[in-house]
Nanobody, 123 residues
Framework: VQLQASGGGLAQAGGSLRLSCKAS????????MAWFRQAPGKERDFVAA????????AYSDSVKGRFTISRVNAKNTVYLQMSSLKPEDTGVYYC?????????????????WGQGTQVTVSS
């Protein structure tokens, strides 16, 4: 299974970015997907998750109302639309493919990870 994340970059506070993650190697629509992020010197934290169909989502409190996770199963792709960005959103963002169909929020619930894409938000 391969997960290829893209779309990171530099944004100003208050701006927007959209991340994409294209999956290959297993039946994409059978599994939940998620985004995590890791700031320098910190642990990898949950950001958002989506179930197999796209009808159930979960968000961390820190991004709720600002970020939106979505998926297009026909394209084997999951997205993270990030708006109203803050400097504390800076980090490497990883997409992950789950062990089940649910929108899980813990790292052990995911068995495949992308390579990460850097997001930097300046104040």
């Amino acid at each position: 299974v391969q997960l290829q994340a893209s779309g990171g970059g530099l944004a100003q506070a208050g701006g927007s970015l959209r991340l994409s993650c294209k999956a290959s190697g297993r039946t994409f629509s059978n599994y939940g997907m998620a985004w995590f992020r890791q700031a320098p010197g910190k642990e990898r934290d949950f950001v958002a998750a989506i179930n197999w169909s796209g009808y159930s989502t979960a968000y961390s409190d820190s991004v709720k109302g600002r970020f939106t996770i979505s998926r297009v199963n026909a394209k084997n792709t999951v997205y993270l639309q990030m708006s109203s960005l803050k400097p504390e959103d800076t980090g490497v963002y990883y997409c992950a493919s789950g062990r089940s169909f649910a929108p899980a929020t813990m790292t052990p619930d995911y068995d495949y990870w992308g390579q990460g894409t850097q997001v930097t938000v300046s104040s």
